[in-house]
């Protein structure tokens, strides 16, 4: 993965469907402003020891934007992407009919045990969901994880309080967080994202 020098990161692909996008000799561009992911690679400087391996769990997958770029850049990595509307989702299934490495599953992140039962151990976990109940899901799905796994969890601040600072929001999700797993590191996502952090842990 390079920088384009306007901001982008440059992704090796072969496919842009379902998105508007320019592939040229074999590279996607991937917006920070689009991804959270990519917004936290820009804030942190890349992806070391960030990435998955094996088996990823895609919580909030969306249209699968940035799942596709993950699915580009980790190719021998099982991504397992969670989605819950049934609209952002007929995008992730196309996405996902070009890339064999990812696996739609339909369903509410807030009943784990509905369909994690399908999903083979996962050693990365990733979560983008604007709820009040963010913190919460994403800890309802840390003991389906391998050891030593990395998880991520995207804060958005605007969800769990309006009178909140970004900073205020990292520091209690972090305490939250702290009883379950290692927080390793809070990373604002300005200016790429207003009112979003990300969390970074190991379980």
């Known amino acids: ?6 901001n982008f990161l440059v992704v090796p692909s072969t496919d842009v469907e379902p998105f508007k996008g320019v592939l040229k000799n074999g ?3 991937w917006s920070p402003y689009r991804s959270k992911l990519a917004a936290l ?9 960030l990435l998955p391996t094996n088996r990823a ?3 909030g997958a969306g249209n699968g934007y940035t799942v596709s770029f993950l699915a580009d850049l980790c190719k021998e990595c099982h991504i397992y992407a969670v989605e819950c509307s049934h609209t952002s989702s007929r995008d992730l299934l196309k996405v996902a009919r ?6 739609p599953l339909i369903a509410n992140a807030r009943m784990a045990s509905s369909y994690m039962t399908t ?24 003991p389906f ?4 796994s990395v998880a991520i969890l995207i804060l958005k601040v605007e969800s769990l309080s309006k009178g909140h600072s970004i900073n205020r929001a990292l520091d209690a999700a972090a305490d939250a967080l702290s009883l379950h ?3 390793k590191e809070t990373v604002s996502l300005e200016p790429y994202e207003k009112m979003h952090g990300a969390l970074i842990c190991t379980r």
């Open 27 to 29: 590279v996607r561009r």
């Open 181 to 183: 797993c290692v927080v």
């Open 41 to 49: 690679a820009k804030k942190t400087g890349g992806f070391d020891g």
């Open 57 to 59: 769990l895609y919580l």
């Open 98 to 103: 070009h890339r064999k490495n990812i696996h």
């Open 119 to 142: 999903v083979p151990t996962p050693d990365w976990l990733f979560q983008d969901i604007s709820q009040r109940d963010q913190v919460e899901i994403f800890l309802s799905h840390l």
């Open 145 to 148: 994880l391998q050891s030593r």
């Open 1 to 6: 993965m390079k920088e384009d020098g306007e």
